[in-house]
């Protein structure tokens, strides 16, 4: 994952050495992030990011930790699309495949802590896995689409096919957070011969207006001009990411560190932000009504099991899932927020473990019909 020259990397230097911070208001506390994201922390990180982070000591780590490879899929209604995944086989011969499909702002870093236990638990009697962990296009290393109108139901077309047809992996079980969740719900309803189980943390609805949707407003309607702020300034892209990481997350149960932030950050700074951004608009607006209904609103006869993790942006009340899903499978955490992966992994696995292993997944794998 070596896409990163260092003329970019001196860039990015010259820009946080060069960057305008606002000024807090003197009546607004040190911890109310009500405004947004806290200049001090901003500030704290864009320094660390300037002077002390070591991104091509991360960029090797991540390279070892995780097999990562990209082909070109010919996706229906659309043509050729390079895809980037990671793929870790388990030694064990009863694994079953796992497709790991993030969100935004995240990417498939989401899975780093979730692979190893995944795969090769110390626990003998512990269910493995295949794990595929794909980018959704644009994010991270993941080759953004050229053309538009590559959103939920090109990205379910692509994924399936990387799983079937690269990888061999006939009939699979899903994992999906955020978009994540839409996409491999989508998948189940265009190949439920091929996927036999989901397993979602954010359960894809209408989206009801809330306090924080401004954001999937403007990155729905013009994520363009949007990216020519975010895309160009590492500061601008760090303070919109950190407030995200910050309201999104559990921080009374975790707190990111610096290194993984900037890590973070850096998946959608390779790029220029934009691809992640535009995502909005291609799901929302360009793929049209019919993928939007085939996301949210058409029963899924596929067996799901949810996670509740209580700071998710969005879980809605479990009567509206059981109208347009098959829900066998649902546990409450008291902690974690929408990256349940990166803040407690140990419960997502446990999760993933328990549901994939149950005998309602297990025949819906023999069950060839």
């Not at 793929?87 to 702002?105: E, K, M, N, T, Y």
């Not at 269910?127 to 990205?155: C, D, K, M, W, Y």
């Not at 839409?182 to 359960?203: D, E, G, K, W």
């Not at 902690?335 to 025949?363: H, M, N, Y």
Request: a negative charge; hydrophobic letters at 40%.
């Amino acid at each position: 994952m070596s896409e990163h020259d260092d003329d970019l990397l001196d860039l990015t230097k010259k820009k946080l050495q060069l960057a305008r911070f606002p000024d807090e208001q003197i009546d607004v506390g040190d911890d109310d992030w009500s405004q947004g994201a806290k200049v001090k922390v901003v500030k704290r990180l864009a320094e660390y990011w300037s002077d002390g982070y070591d991104w091509r000591a991360e960029e090797a780590r991540i390279n070892a930790e995780f097999n990562q490879f990209k082909v070109k899929i010919d996706i229906p209604d659309y043509g050729p699309q390079v895809l980037h995944y990671a793929h870790q086989a388990s030694p064990r011969p009863d694994a079953i495949p796992l497709l790991f499909v993030q969100g935004w702002p995240g990417s498939f870093l989401e899975a780093r802590k979730t692979i190893q236990p995944l795969t090769n638990p110390p626990d003998a009697a512990s269910q493995v896995f295949h794990v595929v962990v794909p980018s959704i296009p644009g994010f991270g290393p993941g080759n953004a689409p050229e053309r538009s109108g590559f959103g939920v139901q090109l990205t379910a077309h692509g994924f399936t096919k990387l799983m079937v047809e690269v990888l061999g992996y006939k009939r699979f079980v899903t994992q999906g957070g955020d978009w994540g969740s839409m996409i491999t719900r989508s998948m189940s309803l265009l190949y439920p011969q091929n996927v036999c189980a989901c397993h979602h943390n954010f359960f894809p609805c209408r989206p009801p207006p809330w306090e924080q949707d401004g954001y999937l407003r403007l990155q729905a309607t013009r994520p363009q001009s949007l990216g020519f702020g975010l895309g160009d300034s590492p500061i601008g892209l760090l303070g919109c990411l950190v407030e995200k990481f910050h309201e999104w997350m559990d921080v009374a149960h975790y707190r990111m560190s610096d290194d993984e932030v900037l890590t973070f950050v850096m998946m959608h700074w390779m790029q220029g932000a934009t691809p992640g951004l535009r995502y909005y608009k291609m799901a929302f607006a360009e793929e049209g009504e019919a993928s939007m209904k085939l996301a949210f609103t058409k029963y899924l006869s596929t067996p799901i099991g949810l996670s509740h993790f209580p700071r998710e942006i969005m879980m809605p009340p479990y009567d509206w899932v059981s109208s347009v899903a098959n829900e066998q499978f649902r546990r409450e955490h008291d902690k974690g927020g929408q990256f349940a992966a990166v803040e407690c992994p140990e419960l997502l696995v446990q999760d993933l473990r328990d549901w994939f292993s149950s005998e309602i997944v297990k025949t819906a794998m023999h069950n060839d019909g």
